[in-house]
């Protein structure tokens, strides 16, 4: 296979055996189960980004890892190594990758339920329906300490309180919106009646929808009825996932290591990879933070290495202002992008540092499709074809814009900012 069988069309997903053309050439992405990849996986990735690539990797919102930069005539020679390693997707039309769990699956100990086995069984199971999304997804959430309610998943599978059952639901845009809940042992045979029943519709015509949480009520109505969910009560947002800082896990620590819009370079990736050979347990996990994690350190070492993660640019403090904006490739990597995203977010960063240091969060979008962020933030901002950004307080890529404003006019009004509510209070005007 060469690059020429790139395809774009509607719902597509990059992957390792259908790359994207972007500004920097072909992006290759990975989707390793659970975001787990062995030192020697990890070492082999960065280097291969190197020769094949040009040297940049990005840690994606779903923990997945990008490899940019990779040539026409070098792509084959990346397949065939990253084959040798399995990793590359199966072949098909679906999703790379359907499930995702928190990067501290396993090892949580406040997991209620075994994430990882219950992904790989559905991972399994799905792959025999015909017709899913290639972007659709399911987060499976064991009620640890890294909360996925920001993920947007198509379904989401939440433990509850009560022993061994499973709230299901479907994210909505004010939020996850609760459809039923099942007990653990049945969580399978639901999610697979929901896939297949929602596939099913499209297949029969009855929806056009391209995500599962862009279907009408009464469908989503049906599924729930499918896959024999019994009512429960919603259940409350959690808190926001810890982004970087040192976690606990089953009997000792983990640091959580984040990348600045979760670029790293492959140096940084074989750094991790050796500090978890040398330190760890041998492997590291990308998160959905943008960042990687570090099982198994032992905790003698954690001075050590925290001190040679921040000379190497990662971020290793939760209350850093770095981790307060996020921002996508944008142009010109991005074939898609309408605005130098990265760029225009470091600006208003420099501007606005006093409140991202207090935790507001700011996120700079390319275009509507949000892929940095697919939740809502303090202050959203979506490039524009006339090379402004469409202004959404206390929003998401998907909510209106209140108005249109050139990077210039938005410095101007986000520098003298310094309360809690002054977003909401400096962009008050209708869209114009
Ligand atoms: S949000 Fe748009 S511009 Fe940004 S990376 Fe995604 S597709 Fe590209």
Redesign the pocket.
Known sequence: MTAATTIARRGWCPGVRRPMATGDGLLVRLHPLAGRLSADQARLVAEAARRHGNGHLDITARGNLQIRGVRDETYPGLMELLDREGLVEPEGDGPNRLVMVSPLAGLDPLDRFDALALAQTIEDRARSIEGLPAKLFVAIDSGGSMPLDSMGADLHLLARDEYELVSFGVASPGGLHWIGATSLDRVPDAVIAILSGYAGMRKAGRTEAWRLRDLKPDLVRELAATAVLEAAPALRPQPPAPRAGILDIAGGKAPLLALSFGRCTSAQLEQAAAWSERFGAGEIRLSFTRGILLPGLAEAHLTTVLGEARDSGFIIEPRDPRLSFLA???RPD?A??LTP?PADALRLARAWSERLSQGTTLHV???R????HPSRADLTLVGRDDGRYDVIPNGSTQDAARLHLSIEELMTRLLPLKTPDDPDRAFAENVR
């Open positions: 996508c490739p944008g991005c898609s992008a995203a979008s390319g275009c499709k949000g892929c940095a």
